[in-house]
Each structure stands twice: as C-alpha cells, then as structure tokens.
C-alpha cells in the first residue's frame, strides 16, 4: 500500500503579476497569429496595399499563368474561352506591331510580353478601370477579362495594339515622360488602328473613333500640345471627359505627320522606330524629331492646329488619306461590314511571324 503524500495548499499558490504576465504573452502570440492567417487567406476586397509596389505590377503578380510561349506569357484568374485562339490572335498582334515598325533589329524590344486578363475583382481592387487595357512600364498590359470577351472584336485587337505598343515604346527607352503624352498615345492608337484595319474587322472601331475626332475644334488640338504632355495628363484628361479625344486627336496628328512627311503609313512607321529607338538613347525629343521627320515638333503642331481649323464640319476633308477615310458613317456599322478598307489605306505586306 503507497502511503498518501499531504500536498501543502502552499505548493498550488502562483503569484498574482506571473498570472498577468502569462496573460499578457499569450494575447500577443493570440494576435500575432490570428494576423498571419489573416494575411495568408486575404482576398482582393481586403488586401492591403503594398508600399512602393505600383497596383498594376500588384494585379499582375497576383494572377497564375495559363500560356507561355517566346512571345507572351498569358496571365488570367478566370477560365478563358478558345485559349488557343486567344494566344494565336495576341500574337499576331505583337507581330505586326514588331513588323510595322521594323524592330526585330532591336533584341530588347521582341522579349516575350506578359498579357494580364483579370477578373472583375481583381482588376477593380488593383486598378479600378471599367473597360480597355493599361501597360505597366516594358513588361505588360492588363485589362479586364470580361470587357475584353464582351467587347467586339475590332475593340478588343484595337487595344492589344495599343497596350503593345506602349510596351515596345518603353523598351526603346521612348515611353511616355519621355514622349509626350499627345504623341505616346497618337502612335498606339494608329498602332492599334492599323491592326484591326489590316485584319478588315475595325468598322466599329473606327466609327466611334471617327464620330469623336469629327467633333474636333482647333482649340482642341491646342489643349492636347499644351495640357496634354506629361504621364498623369492622361488621368487629368479622363476625369474631365477629354481622354477618348484627346488619345484619338493624337492620332489623328501622327496620321497627319505621316502623310506629310514620309508619304505612306509603310514609310512612316518604319522611320517611327528609328525615332524611337534614337530617341531612347539621346533623349531629346526636338532634335530626334526634326531629324526623322524633316519639320520642328513645334511646326508640325502649329500646320496640324490649321489643317483641324479648315476641316471643322468637314469630316470628308479632315479624314481623306487617313484611316478614317470614309467615316463616320450615316447608319450603323458592325465588325467587318467595311470590305474596302484596303482600297483606302496602304498595307504593308501581310502577317508573318516575328523574326527571332
């Protein structure tokens, strides 16, 4: 028989100040636990920002990849439609924005771009944008998944071009900052124009660009040479209801260069990426741009100020010898109902792909 031990109430008795110590630990490790988890299975309506991380480099680096190929890398948190078809058509967008202006030359332009195709949720927590594409410096273009499905054809290849050729731009070291703002996104816009009118499916496109730029006063033009200059211009713009025109009118003016000085839009691009690359490396948009195109930056805006003047309510005048030549039209237009684009406007030669 094992004898009882008398335990002492004595040997049970804990200081009051070690029980509030214990206390005290165990809430921080509570606390600091309950955040780690918290951070762990976050989603995209709580997420804190991320300091010094821009929102868009955020969205990209928050989607998996779906397709990778030399050209592109396609990024997307929802299931997309004709994968393939996608990829196919993405890159023969790059190609042509590659072949148009000759800059297979330059290796630091043809690496493979990252395509972002997000969903509603994702894209509206990162970048709160309703519709169309955003580029993120030389590495890629966003845009919303459903506005890309949804949208029509013309619009959506319209801006794979437009969103390209941003990136290609910053590759050469001629993004905007460096560019202005009127002439950064005048030749994306031409970029993106000429893709859907090469491919024959741009009427839509091309309507309510045309319908827009028909509008334009010679006030107008003065307000994109002045205002319309620096990166965060284009959100100042936006937010006035000025930023379709005044993207679409530096369009119009690349256009209006191209026909003045190199004759042909083959020629003009062509010359384009040789004022870009040149550009990235001297920096000085004055000098480059009368050595490329034979007239002073300020010239060009000031003939193009006039030609704006003597075409207002004459669209016919205003778009002969341009993509929007023809347009706008007096009734409805769908995708590809327009099969005399090519009579219109001068083509290089068809698609190939892009040479490695």
């Known amino acids: 028989m094992i004898p009882r031990t008398k335990v002492s109430r ?26 780690s988890w918290a951070q762990n299975s976050r989603t995209f309506d709580d997420a ?10 955020q969205l990209i680096d928050s ?31 790059i190609s042509i924005d590659i072949r148009l202006q000759q800059l297979a030359r330059f290796p630091q332009a043809c690496r493979q771009i990252i395509v972002a195709l997000a ?34 054809d013309s619009y959506n ?32 816009c031409c970029v993106g124009i000429h893709y859907v009118l090469e491919s024959q499916m741009g009427s839509k496109a091309l309507q309510s660009q045309a319908l827009k730029l028909a ?31 005044a ?37 000085d948009l004055n000098r480059e741009f009368k050595k490329h195109f034979g007239i002073s930056l300020e010239k060009a805006q000031q003939d193009f100020t006039k030609y704006i003047n003597e075409t207002e309510n004459n669209p016919q005048a205003r778009f002969a010898n341009t993509a929007y030549a023809g347009y706008p039209k007096t009734k409805p237009v769908k995708d590809y ?5 090519h009579d219109q406007y001068s083509y290089p030669p068809q698609p190939r792909p892009v040479e490695r």
């Open 157 to 188: 290849w319209y801006v794979a071009g437009h969103e390209f050729e941003h990136v290609l731009m910053a590759r050469l070291g001629a993004s905007g900052g460096i560019l202005p703002a009127y002439l950064s996104e005048g030749i994306a």
């Open 48 to 57: 804190p920002p991320q300091n010094n991380i821009p929102p868009l480099k």
């Open 119 to 152: 969903s509603d949720q994702a894209a509206n927590h990162y970048i709160n944008h309703a519709f169309g594409g955003l580029a993120f410096k030389n590495l890629a273009f966003a845009a919303h998944a459903k506005g890309f499905f949804g949208r029509d």
């Open 337 to 341: 109902d327009d099969k005399t684009m």
């Open 63 to 93: 989607l998996p990849i779906v397709y990778r190929s030399p050209y592109i890398e396609v990024r997307s948190d929802v299931v997309i439609p004709n994968l393939q078809e996608l990829t196919e058509k993405l890159t023969e967008v």
């Open 247 to 283: 993207e679409h009118l530096g369009g119009l003016f690349i256009q209006f260069l191209a026909n003045r000085t190199c004759g042909s839009p083959e020629n003009f691009f062509i010359q384009w990426g040789n004022f870009a690359f040149e550009l990235g490396q001297t920096k």
């Open 215 to 245: 509008q334009a006063r010679a006030s107008d033009a003065v307000d994109i040479f002045q205002n319309y200059v620096r990166p965060q211009d284009l959100a100042i713009f936006r937010d006035q209801g000025k930023g379709f025109l």
């Open 10 to 35: 004595r040997s049970f008795s804990f200081p009051i100040y070690r029980l509030v110590l214990l206390a005290f630990v165990l809430a921080i490790l509570y606390i600091n636990c309950s955040y």
